[in-house]
Structure formats: C-alpha cells, structure tokens
C-alpha cells in the first residue's frame, strides 16, 4: 500500500506538470474508481483548469478554477501516469483525463481497485469529506506539542495511535514498525504510559524514517514518459525491522520478532523494544543477553540488502 512519502512522491510528480493544464476530457473505466460520495460525476470536469497539487496524509487533491476539487486515494495498488495520447492503456486503467497536451494525458491506473477519484468542496482549505484526518509529520502547520499531549491520553497501544489518522495523518504499518524500532519504544506499549521525551523522540524517528524514504523517491522524471508512481509504487528504504523476522536487530543482534496486530502484523526487537512491565524482568538477564549477542552473525556480511519492494509479500 503506498505510504505518504509515496503519496507525496506522486504529489510532486504531478505538480511537474498538471498545473495550468485543462481537462478536455474524462472517461471512467471502471464504476470503482468514482468514489460514491462524489458529489457530481467526474464528466463535469471537461473544461476545468487545474492550479495546484495538494496533500493531506494519503490523500491527494487537484484544486481547480472551479469551487470545488479532485480527490484521490491510491488505495492499494492505484497510480497516477502522465503517458503519451497515443499509447494504448494498460488493462487496468480505471480513468483518462484528457488535457490540452497534444502529446500526454493523465490516467489513474489501479489493479486492486481500491482507490478512487471524487469530485469533493472545500472546508477551510481541505477536502469536506476528510477534514476528519488529522495533518501529517511534515505539513507546516502540524502541531507538535498538541499531537504529543493526544497521543499521551490514549489508552490503546502506541502503535494504533499512531496508524491512528484523525491524531496523525500519513503513518502506515510500514513506517510504525520501523519508527518505534528506531525510538525503541515497544509496539503495544499503551501510548499514555509514554512520556513527552518518549514520544518526541518516536516523532524525530518518523521524521527521520519517512524522510529517508522521500529523499530516496525524490528523483527526476524522464521527460517523455514520466512514471509519476514508479514501476511499484514503493521505494528500495532499507528495512530495520518490517518484514525481517528472524533476521538480527541491526543494532543489538536479537532476533526479529513477528506478532499479530489487528490484521496485519507488529514486526520488532524484543531487546531493544521492551514493554515497561517487562523491563525488570529482562533486566535481570540483560547481562547474559549482552555476552550472547555482542557478535552477531549478519548475513551477507552485514549488510541488509531486502528492501521495501522485495519485503512486500503479497498477502
Ligand atoms: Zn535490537
């Protein structure tokens, strides 16, 4: 599923080269890909002028010179591709947008089906339909301190907190794991029995995990066929945790755990991650666990070569 630093990598993608464009026109595919709370059929776009790019989390939205905007979410597998006119388009091609670009048009691809595009209005600069998402790590206006003091209130896991949108926005399974790991906070440790420090630090490691992969999405497009999505969708990020069970932890050596979470999974170190409750026990045979691990064995000589693409099985 893509990620926001996926997200946003299309973002930019798209602000290459759709701002000022005119739709001429719109053919829908696939039923699935309107959204049913679109407030009008996407036909009612021909003619319509698009100006900006934007983002909130996951979704994605074009504002036009009309009072109201086109939203997407790529959902499982969607994608956006500015492709030459005059090349046939893949089989799972659910929307065409023709714009007044002899050469290129704008398609919204998607296997799974999941995503959608809708026409939507405006609440206070967003989308009506998702002014409940809550703004993401790296929007400007996103209040640090604020976010902090909801997250020390919840009384569910850390980790549903932060998957949780209407807190945060933009963190998804993938990134949870790896930014706990990297502040060494314990997935199902209750997020109000985490300190400011503690979930300061767990930002700066969200910060510094999607970033990471931003910078490594953040390449330049081919002038004639600009891949906005990239083959996939997803980025080589190297993977600490996700998808590495029974691998070593790359900073103590301890096998990787796998544990069940809501439907998916919870992929950690149970050395570097300890619950509170569990601390004092583990104390006790931290000095054993030292001696045991000091060396770790890694594969190909240390380096973690599975990357995000090859980690994601499909399920
Ligand atoms: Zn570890």
Not at 42 to 64: D, H, M, P, S, V
Request: net charge positive.
């Amino acid at each position: 599923m893509p990620e926001l630093p996926e997200v946003e990598t299309v973002r930019r993608g798209l602000a290459q080269w759709l701002p000022g464009k005119k739709i001429t026109d719109v053919e829908v595919l696939h039923p699935r890909a309107t959204n049913p709370r679109s407030i009008a059929p996407l036909i009612e776009l021909r003619g319509a002028r698009i100006e900006n790019i934007n983002r909130r989390g996951k979704f994605l939205w074009f504002t036009l010179n009309r009072p109201y905007v086109v939203l997407a979410h790529l959902g499982m597998s969607g994608q956006f591709l500015i492709e030459p006119r005059s090349t046939q388009p893949s089989s799972h091609a659910r929307v065409r947008f023709t714009v007044n670009d002899r050469r290129r048009e704008l398609r919204f691809i998607d296997q799974r089906t999941f995503g959608w595009i809708a026409l939507d209005t405006l609440t206070d600069g967003a989308p009506s339909s998702i002014t409940h998402i809550a703004r993401d790590i790296f929007d400007p206006e996103f209040r640090n301190d604020e976010t902090i003091e909801i997250l020390r209130k919840r009384s569910t896991s850390i980790k549903a907190a932060l998957l949780n949108q209407e807190i945060m926005s933009g963190v998804g399974n993938i990134y949870a794991d790896e930014s706990l790991w990297r502040a060494q906070i314990h997935p199902e440790q209750i997020a109000h029995s985490l300190s400011t420090k503690d979930i300061s630090r767990l930002f700066d490691a969200v910060r510094a995990v999607m970033g990471q992969a931003l910078d490594a999405g953040g390449t330049s497009f081919d002038d004639l066929y600009i891949n906005v999505n990239g083959e996939s969708g997803y980025f080589d990020v190297e993977l600490s945790v996700y998808g590495q069970e029974g691998e070593p932890c790359p900073r103590c050596g301890t096998e990787i755990k796998r544990i069940a979470f809501a439907n998916r999974s919870s992929h950690f170190c149970p050395q570097c991650q300890i619950r509170p409750r569990q601390r004092v026990a583990s104390q006790r045979k931290t000095s054993s666990r030292i001696r045991k691990t000091s060396s770790p064995k890694r594969k190909n000589g240390g380096k973690r070569a599975k990357s995000a693409k090859r980690a994601r099985q499909p399920r």
